[in-house]
């Protein structure tokens, strides 16, 4: 049996020493098996390309696929899955918050108790701006009311998967890729494996709020249409409102006259009716724009360089 390990990196050439390090000793610690160590460099702007070659010149397990430029982390996870050879297949961050150490437990999950994938959570967020970890939890709240994708709070992306599973999430072509989404959407048995929050052992994080935000908007367009829904009903409720309204205002002139009168609230009533249809039109204007894109069918990444052969798939 292998292992092919999957890593993201986006100007990673701090942690890159580190993550190697530690999973030269995890390969020592495992022994038993085969490893692939795949680095996807997802366009960086520092020295980790070089960083990577260096480490594949004297290791022959390391694969490396640079892509032509920064495609996002879900591009860089699908180009690892396809790339790889392994009977299992794991996720795992450069920067060594996804601790290697607990990957035998996962494997036992998989090899043992007979789950399809062994997946992780952690149970703090400890380091983490408190704001941050606000908007997060609200965001996994809204989706699980909202999405069939079935999202853990605190879920890593950190993941075990059997070849099974692994080509179910490649049999889904789409172009938006959620990976976090997809992972529950496919199905299977999963294993939850809790730990406790690490900071990352060198560089800075990848993600700004906006960025975040951004993750979040393309989560739930991608896995929910509730916001069409409530778009929908909102429209309703405004129409009854104004007929309702018309009702009392013909009613009124007949019993009492027409004095001109009120300006004020006309105006608000005007600029919040156009303010919901700005929204709903925005809302509609997302998911559109998502199904131009799935329609052009561009592909999600393309490869600057590589020393591997896509797999199968
Ligand atoms: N990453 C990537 N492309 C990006 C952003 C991030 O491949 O555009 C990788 C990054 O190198 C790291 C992982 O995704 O291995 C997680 O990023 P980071 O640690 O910055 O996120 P955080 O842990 O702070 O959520
Ligand atoms: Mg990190």
Not at 30 to 48: A, C, K, P, Q
Request: glycine fraction near 8%.
């Amino acid at each position: 049996m292998s292992i092919s390990i999957v890593v993201p990196c986006f100007n990673e050439q701090e942690a890159l020493p580190f993550f190697y390090k530690e999973f030269k000793s995890l390969t020592t610690k495992m022994s038993y098996e085969d490893f692939e160590l795949i680095f996807v460099d997802d366009g960086s702007r520092d020295n980790t390309l070089d960083t990577i070659k260096d480490i594949a010149k004297n290791d022959t397990r390391i694969k490396y696929i640079s892509f032509s430029r920064n495609f996002g982390k879900e591009a860089a996870i699908l180009a690892g899955l396809e790339h790889s050879k392994g009977d299992y297949v794991a996720l795992m961050d450069a920067d060594l918050q996804d601790p290697p150490a607990i990957l035998p437990e996962m494997y036992e999950a998989l090899t043992v108790e007979g789950f399809d994938s062994a997946a992780t959570r952690r149970v703090t967020r400890k380091g983490e701006p408190p704001i941050r970890s606000f908007f997060a939890r609200m965001f996994y709240k809204i989706m699980n009311k909202i999405s069939k994708a079935e999202l853990v709070d605190g879920a890593r992306d950190y993941r075990l998967m059997n070849r099974r599973f692994v080509d179910a999430l490649l049999s889904m072509k789409e172009y938006n890729r959620f990976t976090k989404g997809l992972f529950g959407w496919v199905g299977f048995k999963t294993k939850w494996i809790e730990f406790e929050n690490v900071e990352r052992v060198a560089g800075e994080t990848k993600w700004s709020f906006w960025k975040l935000l951004a993750y979040a908007i393309e989560g739930i367009v991608a896995f929910s249409t509730a916001p069409l829904v409530i778009a929908t009903i909102i429209g309703l409720f405004f129409c009854l409102l104004s007929f309702a309204g018309t009702a009392f205002i013909v009613v009124r002139k007949f019993l009492f006259g027409d004095p001109v009168q009120g300006w004020a609230s006309t105006i608000s009533v005007l600029l919040s009716i156009g303010g919901v249809q700005l929204l709903c039109t925005g809302i509609l204007g997302q998911y559109l724009a998502k199904t131009y894109l799935e329609t052009k069918h561009r592909p999600v990444y393309i490869v600057g360089e590589s020393n591997v052969e896509r797999g199968l798939c």
